[in-house]
């Protein structure tokens, strides 16, 4: 299954590293692209969520790395505010 690793900044300007099994991603995320956290954060968990889904189809099992980078993003994401000011880019998404 292939795999898409991307990269997010931030509202403080930090960067992440993430994860996803599936292209599924790409139909949720766009390099480039800015979302308010709310709205990044609903997108990662119906994109992840899927991944998921796919990996349980072709192996017959969830993928927990999906749920660990999703858990990830939730914490990143608690300590930010989640008015429209507060913006995450997608800096890169690549396989």
Same mark, same amino acid.
């Given at each position: 299954?292939? @795999? +898409?690793?991307?990269? +997010?900044?931030?509202? &403080?300007? !930090?960067?992440? =590293?993430?994860?996803?099994?599936? /292209?599924?991603?790409? =139909?949720? %995320?766009?390099?480039? *692209? ?13 994109? #992840?969520?899927?991944?998921? &889904?796919?990996? $349980? %189809? ?5 993928? !927990?790395?999906?749920? =660990?980078? #999703? @858990?990830?993003? @939730? ?6 505010? %989640? &008015?429209? /000011? *507060? ?6 998404? $690549?396989?």
């Amino acid at each position: 299954m292939p @795999e +898409v690793r991307f990269t +997010v900044r931030w509202p &403080d300007a !930090s960067v992440s =590293d993430c994860y996803s099994p599936s /292209t599924v991603i790409h =139909d949720f %995320l766009a390099t480039g *692209a800015s979302y308010p956290v709310a709205d990044f954060m609903q997108r990662c968990r119906t994109a #992840l969520q899927l991944a998921s &889904d796919r990996v $349980r %189809l072709k192996y017959g099992y969830a993928c !927990s790395s999906a749920q =660990d980078q #999703l @858990e990830r993003l @939730e914490a990143r994401a608690a300590v930010l505010p %989640l &008015d429209s /000011t *507060a913006i995450v880019t997608i800096v890169a998404m $690549r396989p």
